[in-house]
């Protein structure tokens, strides 16, 4: 039990262009996501917090208006890299708690790539 | 905010000994602290958690102890295997809101 799915697993993109990316809850209704980027060798750094039916909350210094989150339903939470740029190429991925003392669960991510 | 350091960033160890990652935060309110295995190109497993209620915790090869006053935490692996090779990464968060993690650890044990 406990499964985030994301989708999809690995992208291409050119500069310039959207990509959006969806994390769903199978098994379990998440009222809060959590998005974040890992570059390569890198820790995972927090991006935001996604909150159902509400605005996100960003962390300081990311922008808001790049990174569109999206949570309009208690299972499902997309993130959107609009007008992406070859920096934006990184490692994403999504994670919630369960609940029940279960612990976060993460995605399978989702790995940019903009050319 | 929360800040998590970890220490070493690399640890090299031969088949069947300890390793011993520790980690500090500086939030005192955070009270949930888990540890995460993470394979190349893959998600992080969560291997073992500790709340800030007990001191240490153990699961078959892994352990994790707490020590609130200082602020800091520790992953011991015994008896460690090949297949422990991975990046490991500690974490705190505060009543299982966002998790902040370490810097990571790159372990790798030698056959």
């Known amino acids: 039990g406990a499964v985030v799915s994301q989708h999809p697993s690995w992208v291409i993109c050119k500069s310039g262009t959207s990509v959006k990316i969806e994390c769903r809850s199978l098994?379990?209704?998440?009222?809060?996501m959590f998005w974040y980027r890992q570059f390569p060798k890198q820790s995972l750094m927090l991006m935001a917090t996604?909150?159902?039916?509400?605005?996100?909350?960003?962390e300081q210094g990311v922008e808001k208006d790049k990174f569109l989150i999206n949570h309009a339903s208690l299972t499902l939470s997309t993130l959107t890299v609009t007008s992406a740029h070859p920096e934006d190429s990184s490692f994403y991925i999504c994670?919630?708690?369960?609940?029940?003392?279960?612990?976060?669960?993460f995605g399978s991510g989702t790995r940019l790539t903009v050319v | 905010g929360e800040n998590v350091e970890q220490h070493p960033s690399t640890l090299s160890v031969q088949e069947g000994d300890s390793a011993v990652i520790k980690c500090t935060y500086s939030?005192?309110?955070?009270?949930?602290f888990p540890w995460y295995k993470q394979e190349l190109g893959k998600r992080p497993q969560l291997i073992i958690d500790?709340?800030?209620?007990?001191g240490e915790k153990k699961d078959q090869r892994i352990a994790v102890t707490l020590n609130k006053t200082a602020k800091h935490f520790s992953l011991h692996i015994t008896e460690t295997q090949p297949e422990d090779s991975a990046v490991y990464f500690c974490?705190?968060?505060?009543?299982?809101?966002?998790?902040?993690f370490g810097t990571g650890t790159r372990l790798q044990v030698f056959p």
């Open positions: 994670s919630a708690d369960p609940g029940s003392n279960y612990g976060y669960t």
């Open positions: 974490a705190a968060s505060i009543n299982t809101d966002k998790l902040i």
């Open positions: 098994d379990f209704q998440a009222t809060t």
């Open positions: 500790i709340r800030s209620n007990v």
């Open positions: 939030d005192s309110a955070s009270n949930y």
């Open positions: 996604s909150n159902e039916g509400s605005k996100a909350t960003y």
